[in-house]
């Protein structure tokens, strides 16, 4: 009997596997060794709760709750994807890879369970949509944040130039703050600091060589 709960560990691993090797090759934060180990861990988890503790089945006034350990898992394995989760220019990162992490503890749950057939096909389908959503078409491509800054020579009517222009390119602005100005040899020059918008399939590119030709603008930076 333990050789099959065993079998269904080693599954449970080569599963974990694949789902890793994935994620390894897009040299995100867990790789082949992180899934593998949820993997394993949720496998064995389920047979413990599950199985571990038959023996004590006819005891008087005993019962016993074969999905608490189980339970436990799903909430335990968010702590793990919650330190791949960090915010980088205005962008959340390692989403996908935590969610990653919480779906591999679920298909160890499956395997550990008994369900091969399930654990298998979710396996299958993590990775493909994986592979095939990870570069982003026409029709799934979201808008982003960027953080652009401009170095103004003389303010004067730029502002309210600079503003027409990203409504003419539908770019909306989330915020914005001037720094102090400072003097220079060509005179007193203004920082305008920008968090945008931008549309998924815009290109910085076009808005800097825009910006670059409204007057007074001494330098266009994005990031």
């Known amino acids: 009997m333990e050789t099959e709960y065993l079998m269904r560990v080693l599954i449970a691993g080569i599963c974990g596997v694949l789902i890793g090797y994935e994620r390894k090759n897009r040299m ?3 790789g082949i060794r992180t899934h593998f180990v949820v993997a394993v861990g949720a496998a064995l988890m389920m047979i413990v709760s599950k199985y571990g503790f038959q023996d004590q089945a006819g005891w008087v006034n005993l019962s016993l ?3 608490r350990i189980a339970a436990q898992v799903v ?10 989760i ?6 959340v990162r390692g989403l996908t890879t935590a969610a990653g992490i919480w779906a591999t503890a679920g298909m160890g749950l499956a395997v550990g369970s ?3 057939w399930t654990g298998a096909g979710v396996t299958l389908l993590i990775v493909l949509a994986q592979m095939l959503l990870h570069r982003p078409t026409r029709w799934l491509v979201s808008a982003r944040t960027e953080t ?17 222009l990203l409504g003419q ?9 001037t720094e ?8 007193e020059e203004t920082v305008l600091e920008f968090t945008l918008q931008l549309p998924g399939s815009y290109r910085a590119e076009q808005l800097i060589i825009l910006l670059q030709d409204v007057p007074h603008v001494r330098s266009v930076d994005m990031r």
């Open 28 to 30: 995100k934060e867990a």
């Open 65 to 67: 709750d074969p999905s």
């Open 75 to 84: 909430s335990g394995v968010g702590f793990i994807g919650a330190g791949m």
């Open 86 to 91: 960090f915010t980088q220019r205005h962008t």
């Open 114 to 116: 008994g369900l091969y």
């Open 148 to 164: 652009l800054t401009i170095r103004l020579l003389k303010e004067g009517d730029t502002l309210k130039t600079v503003l027409a």
């Open 169 to 177: 390119e539908k770019i909306s602005v989330i915020g914005f703050k």
């Open 180 to 187: 102090q100005q400072t003097s220079t040899d060509s005179g």
